[in-house]
């Protein structure tokens, strides 16, 4: 006779490939009394299984709809399904839905016998997929960061930057994002001491993965959505400068109504990135901060300065007392 809990899952499994049985059939398959099924589906009520019950000789049991999602119990080709699906809308993001993909994969692929792994690795090595909008990201590569979110694992990659330059990275993994039918990164760069938004699609792990780290506290949820969409923006911008400004962090903050990722570099230094499709905008705005500034490697707004000063100049100097 099977143990309590087998047992249950046995008679679960047994309640969705059909839609009725009776009391007998159940006891007969599960080689127990009809009373012990009666106990059991008892218990199933208990975890949440809406199990309805039929009085009379031909009456029985049959699994209706549930008011929660309790757990679910899949065959082997039920689970490689599911599996196949996940990754699909994983690696496009899925209109919102993406997140929850990778999540849910996670939680299959870790429980997956291996007879079930060579299925689903059999499906990805002969899968193509047509070129489209959506990233092409490698679900296992989601996972495996997922994974890493989850057990505060340290993770590294080559990270290719929008100019083409390979930097390599350390980082505290935090969040995955989805947006822009992309994926990104939420993470705290360990050498650069700082949050920082990567694009996963650019991300090129090393594994296997590094220690365990000790969880920061985490900003709040609209801050780290606020800090990816400026990531986002960023990475469609036609110029980019990094500008050390003598001024506080905080007043820097209050001067740029977007997000923005700010350096510290002493209570009255900070470091900036910004970027703006036209260098000379960007010039204006950087004068708005009502602070010193440096350039450190944009050519094009340090041209865009001395345009701007020398037309400054000149208007000053015509309307001189």
């Known amino acids: 006779m099977l143990e309590t809990s087998a047992r249950l899952l046995r008679l679960l499994a047994l309640l969705q490939v059909r839609r009725d049985w009776t009391g007998g059939e159940l006891a007969s398959r599960l080689d127990v009394t009809t009373r012990t099924i009666r106990n059991d589906v008892d218990r199933l009520r208990r975890l949440g299984y809406p199990v309805e019950a039929a009085?009379?000789?031909?009456?029985?049991?049959?699994?209706?709809?549930?008011?929660?999602?309790?757990?679910?119990?899949?065959?082997?080709?039920?689970?490689?399904?599911?599996a196949i699906a996940l990754r699909s809308a994983a690696s496009a993001s899925a209109q919102g839905l993406g997140e929850a993909s990778v999540r849910a994969l996670l939680k299959i692929q870790r429980i997956l016998p291996s007879r079930l792994r060579e299925r689903l690795e059999s499906f990805r090595v002969a899968a193509i997929a047509l070129p489209g909008r959506d990233?092409?990201?490698d679900p296992d590569?989601?996972?495996?960061?997922?994974?890493?979110?989850?057990?505060?694992?340290?993770?590294?990659?080559?990270y290719e930057a929008h100019g083409g330059s390979i930097t390599h990275?350390?980082?505290?993994?935090?969040?995955?994002v989805a947006g822009e039918s992309r994926w990104y990164l939420f993470a705290w760069d360990v050498e650069r001491d700082a949050w920082r938004t990567f694009r996963v699609d650019r991300m090129s792990l090393r594994v296997?993965?590094?220690?365990?780290?000790?969880?920061?506290p985490?900003?709040?949820?609209?801050?780290?959505?606020?800090h990816v969409s400026a990531g986002i923006r960023r990475a469609t911008w036609r110029f980019r400068a990094r500008v050390i400004v003598h001024a506080p962090a905080d007043h820097v903050r209050t001067?740029?109504?977007?997000?923005?990722?700010i350096t510290r570099h002493g209570p009255e230094r900070c470091e900036i990135v910004v970027g703006s499709d036209d260098?000379?905008?960007?010039?204006?705005?950087?004068?708005?901060?009502?602070?010193?500034?440096e350039v450190i490697d944009a050519p094009e707004l340090v041209a865009a300065l001395h345009d701007l000063a020398a037309r400054f100049k000149r208007a000053a100097g015509a309307n001189s007392p």
């Open 135 to 137: 990233s092409d990201v």
């Open 218 to 226: 985490l900003p709040p949820d609209e801050v780290i959505a606020g």
């Open 208 to 216: 296997p993965v590094g220690p365990r780290f000790a969880a920061k």
């Open 141 to 158: 590569m989601l996972v495996t960061i997922a994974a890493a979110v989850r057990n505060t694992e340290r993770i590294r990659f080559d």
């Open 169 to 176: 990275r350390d980082v505290e993994p935090y969040r995955l």
């Open 279 to 293: 260098p000379r905008m960007l010039a204006l705005h950087l004068g708005m901060l009502d602070a010193e500034f």
């Open 55 to 82: 009085p009379g000789v031909t009456g029985g049991y049959r699994l209706g709809e549930s008011v929660t999602m309790p757990p679910m119990l899949l065959d082997d080709d039920e689970a490689v399904a599911v």
């Open 255 to 261: 001067r740029i109504p977007v997000p923005l990722t």
